[in-house]
């Protein structure tokens, strides 16, 4: 892989926990495979009065905890890394010129040979985007020129709070940057696992044939999480599942699975198809949302002997909140491709365990040549792509059990990202850093993609706000969610697949 060019990284919101545990250790492992620039500064701005030995301190904390295992206990490495770390105070304000960021840039600069090449990460509150993005602006950092170098802002999430916002978000961004120049992260683009459903379909001539209606009975995926929203309450308490992991990482993956083959393999070729997926979901009548989409909130409950409390008696959440911990969906693509096929989407917060995988349900045969279909022996074809833990892709099988008769078995044939044991796998950031100071911005949302995506869950976002029949179901922590989500399902005994066998006696252990 080619090593990207001299460049200066400035993070802005560089105090905050972002930073400690995924971007500098993110960085610091690129470092370690060489990956990094030749000269290269990491510039932290922030608020608070730090100076550059708090902040190398603080990361070097950071990367001994949350860098990848081997990379931990290198202490050599880690010293030399963190005198390439730089700390910039902005006040507590965070207002006022940015003319002494440009004066200590320019002297990095100089001291890297960066040739002005410069990312600009806003790991702040969305409300900061602005008021930086018009600073850097003013003192003309936002521009490139053949003489300038390049200039490439990473946005955080989260990208709006609705429609509407995403929108004027853009508008603001675009205000002073060009979209190419702009990288929204979505951190499960950077997942190996997710980028792997790429080659998967386009690098493999069997299954692409098998991929649409005439094929796939239905789409189905779950990611879930056992840990409940611990010292987050807070920010989650403004959020809930929708749209803190549906509207952006899970729409991201239904992006990948329903998308057509590009053309190239160009950042615009990738998302010009992946837009076409999020403009053809299926928005939903205001009296579709109770039918379709099931909120839930977990209460309290005892999980494996621990007793756990309900969200609403968690820190920062208010008693009354109506804040889902959980969503389940049910949606339709309408497209040539997926027409009629239903997509089964759940998230929640204090399921059993934590698993995110797409399961591709196939079409039954059309004649049952050995008998009544039996579930878990005689099943149709099922294709699981296993996004975490235990990384892999398994296609489920019918086959004879030896000896007379013809009694059947439903088998497994599984590949596991385990079983490649020399190749190292690079957290989702370390990938999307890397990208980014390569200028490629495949694995990034573009401006127009969010925007649909939004636009998809608004009619969701509505019936919920303003609709006070709309039910919030409970359900025990440690359970698959609201037992009405069971309901989405279309077909007798049809259900949601439930990945994970022995939970009581394996804890998080979830099998493949
Ligand atoms: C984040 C959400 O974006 O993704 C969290 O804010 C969630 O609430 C997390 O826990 C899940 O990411 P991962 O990589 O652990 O699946």
Known sequence: MERPENCIITIFGASGDLTRRKLVPGLFNLYMRKMLPERFAVFGVSRSDWTDQVFRDSMAEGIRTFAAKENRD????????????????????????????????????????????????????????????????????????????????????????????????????HETFQEEQIYRIDHYLGKETVQNMLVFRFANG??????????????????????????????????????????????????????????????????????????????????????????????????????????????????????????????????????????????????????????????????????????????????????????????????????????IKTVNMDFHYSDLSDVYVPQAYERLLLDCMLGDATLYARGDAVEACWDFVKPIQDAWANDKSMKMFGYPAGTWGPKEATDLIEGPDQDWRFPCKNLASDGEYCEL
């Open 74 to 173: 290198k202490t050599d490495d880690i010293n030399e890394f963190i005198h390439h770390l730089y700390y910039h105070s902005v006040g507590t304000s965070g207002t006022g010129s940015y003319e002494p960021i440009k004066a200590h840039l320019r002297e990095l600069d100089d001291q890297y040979r960066a040739a002005g090449n410069y990312v600009y990460y806003l790991s702040t509150p969305p409300s900061a985007f602005g008021p930086i993005t018009r600073s850097l602006a003013e003192v003309g950092l936002n521009t490139e020129t053949e003489e300038s170098g390049w200039r490439r802002l990473i946005v955080e999430k989260p990208f709006g709070y609705d429609l509407e916002s995403a929108r004027k978000l853009n508008a603001v961004l």
């Open 206 to 407: 069997i299954f692409e044939p098998l991929w649409n209606r005439n094929y796939v009975e239905r789409v189905e995926i779950t990611s879930a999480e056992s840990i409940g929203v611990g010292s987050r309450g807070g920010y989650y308490d403004g959020s809930g599942a929708l749209r803190d992991m549906f509207q952006n990482h899970l729409l991201q993956v239904i992006g990948m699975v329903g998308m057509e083959s590009p053309s190239s393999f160009s950042a615009t070729s990738v998302r010009n198809e992946t837009v076409k997926v999020f403009k053809s979901l299926r928005r939903y009548n205001p009296e579709d949302v109770a039918t379709n989409v099931v909120r839930g909130q977990y209460t309290a409950s005892t999980v494996r002997g621990e007793p756990v409390r309900g969200y609403r008696q968690e820190e920062g959440v208010p008693d009354d909140s109506m804040t889902e911990t959980y969503v389940g969906l049910k949606f339709y693509l309408d497209n040539w491709r997926w027409a009629k096929v239903p997509f089964y989407v759940r998230t929640g917060k204090r399921l059993p365990t934590r698993v995110t995988e797409v399961v591709i349900d196939f079409k039954k045969t059309p004649h049952r040549l050995f008998g009544a279909q039996k579930k878990g022996i005689y099943d149709p074809n099922k294709l699981i792509i296993r996004i975490q833990p235990d990384e892999g892709i398994l296609m489920k099988f019918n086959m004879k059990l030896p000896g007379g008769g013809f009694q």
